[in-house]
C-alpha cells in the first residue's frame, strides 16, 4: 500500500506543479530595496499569485499564478512601468525559476 | 531656513537638496522631518502620493519654535514631474522638474514659489544627483524679500553588497548653495541684503523594505554679502512607502 503511495506521489507532484505558470522578469533600473518595494507592492496585486521573489543585483523578479490566471505579458509590462522600471524580459515556464540568491531570505 | 526643499516622497535622494525620483503610481509616502540647529527646532510633516508613474504629490507642513512656542510656520503643495527616464540593468539615470509653492502659517513671514529641475543617477554601487532652481519670494509687506537661486550636487556609494530582503545603507556627500538677490523696499533695493551661502552635509540613507531612515549633518562653509552660512545642523527624516 505504501509503496502504491510512493510511486503515485511524483505524479501528484507534477501535476500540483502544472497547475501553476512561473513568470520571470528581466527588470531594469532595479538599483534599491526602497525603491523595489513599490514593484512587489503591484505584483502582490496578481491574482493567485505565490513565492515572488526579486533579485536586485541580478534585475530578476519570479513570481507564480495560477495557470488559468496567467496574465498577459502586457499586463505584467504595465505593472512594471507603474512602478518606475522597465520590464525587459518576461518569461513564462511550467516549471520553477531558479534563484541566483536563493540564501536571500 | 536654508532647507527650503525637503526630501521625501523620493529614494535615495539628498537629505538637504532633492532629486528625480518620483514614487510608484498609486503610491503613499508619510514622512517626517526634524532638522535641530542650536536651540531651535523644525520639522515637517508632509504625506506624498504617486499620481502618475511620473508625478507625484506632496502635501507638507512645517512647524518650527524660531519665533517663540512650536507652532506651523508653513504649508507647502509640491509637484514632482519625472519628464526623463532611462533604465538600464542595475542603475537608472532619471530627469524631474519640481515647483513648490510654500505660503506661510505666520503673518509677516515670507512665502515663495520655487522652480527647479534635477536629475541624477541611481545605481547599485554609486549615485550622483545634481540640481538647480530659482525661487519668487514675496511678502504681505512692503519690504519684498530678494528671490533665490539654489543648486546642489550630491555624490552617493553603498559600501555593500544590495539584497532586496534585507538592511541597506548608502552613504552621501552633499553639497548646497544659495545665492539670495537683494530685498527691495517700495520697489528700491536695499542696501545691506543679498547674498551667498554654500554648505556640506555628509548624510546617509538607512532602508529596511517600505521604512527609510535618513539623517545627516550640515556644515555652513562659505559666506557673501549680507546672508549667513547656516549653523551647523542635524537633520533625520523617517519615511514609510505604503
Known sequence: ?105 | MLTFYSPGANAHEPLYGFGPHVLFKGGWAPHITTNFSGKLVESEYALGYGITPAWTGIAEVGFSDASGPYQASFYRLKSKYRFYINNQPGYSHQVALISQLTLPAQNGEPGAFDMAFTGGREGLKFYWFASAGYGLRFADNPVKPGNRVIYNFTLGYRPFRVNYYKPDIVFFVETTGFTFQRSKNNGEPVAESGGSVFAVAPTFFFTYRNLAVRGGVQFGVWEDGFVNKPDTNFKLTVEVHL
Request: proline content about 5%.
Open chain 1, 1 to 105: 500500500m505504501l509503496a502504491l503511495l510512493a510511486l503515485n506521489l511524483p505524479a501528484r507532484a507534477q501535476e500540483a506543479t502544472a497547475e501553476r505558470a512561473y513568470i520571470q522578469i528581466r527588470v531594469n533600473g532595479l538599483s534599491c530595496p526602497f525603491c523595489a518595494y513599490g514593484l512587489e507592492k503591484k505584483l502582490k496585486k496578481i491574482a493567485g499569485q505565490k513565492n515572488l521573489h526579486i533579485q536586485l543585483e541580478e534585475g530578476l523578479v519570479t513570481l507564480d499564478v495560477p495557470a488559468d490566471k496567467k496574465p498577459a505579458k502586457e499586463t505584467i509590462q504595465k505593472i512594471v512601468t507603474d512602478a518606475g522600471f522597465t520590464a525587459k524580459e518576461v518569461n513564462f515556464s511550467d516549471t520553477p525559476f531558479k534563484h541566483e540568491d536563493e540564501d536571500s531570505h
